[in-house]
């Protein structure tokens, strides 16, 4: 389709910027920014995304963020994901219908459960004696 994406990666290989290039353009914009570690989103957890952005409008643009707990046996887990379109003005459409809410067990960090923000389901999950998932309710 004529179109040129190029890539840059921090000091760990992990991806942080894209730029796309449509064919005929002078030069490329920003489509992609991943954003690591910054204490106020991922509270000081070094190596967590803290946030996704597609950058390619402002119009409709697209940002997930990522929030993140720690159980009782000292897991890491993602708590909650929230995702944001904004409209063109920057004002943000339906904030709160976008988030859904992971839960864990306290000893493992396996899932037990999820939230999806927007429809209100909440799903729960059963384990077997050996770790495995069992059922989905």
Known sequence: NGTELTYSYDNLGRMSR???????????TYSGIWEYD?????????????YAMNTNSTANRHTK???????????????????YIYEA???IQNSNKYCNYNYVDSNYGRPTGM????TGLTLAYDYNDRGYMTKIK
């Open 38 to 50: 910054a204490t106020s989103h991922s509270y000081g957890r070094k190596g967590m995304l803290d």
């Open 18 to 28: 894209r730029w796309t290039k449509k064919l005929g353009e002078a030069s490329p």
């Open 65 to 83: 963020y990522y929030r993140y707990a720690k159980t009782t046996g000292g897991k890491d887990y993602v708590l909650y994901t929230c995702d």
């Open 89 to 91: 003005d920057g004002t």
């Open 115 to 118: 939230k999806y923000g927007s």
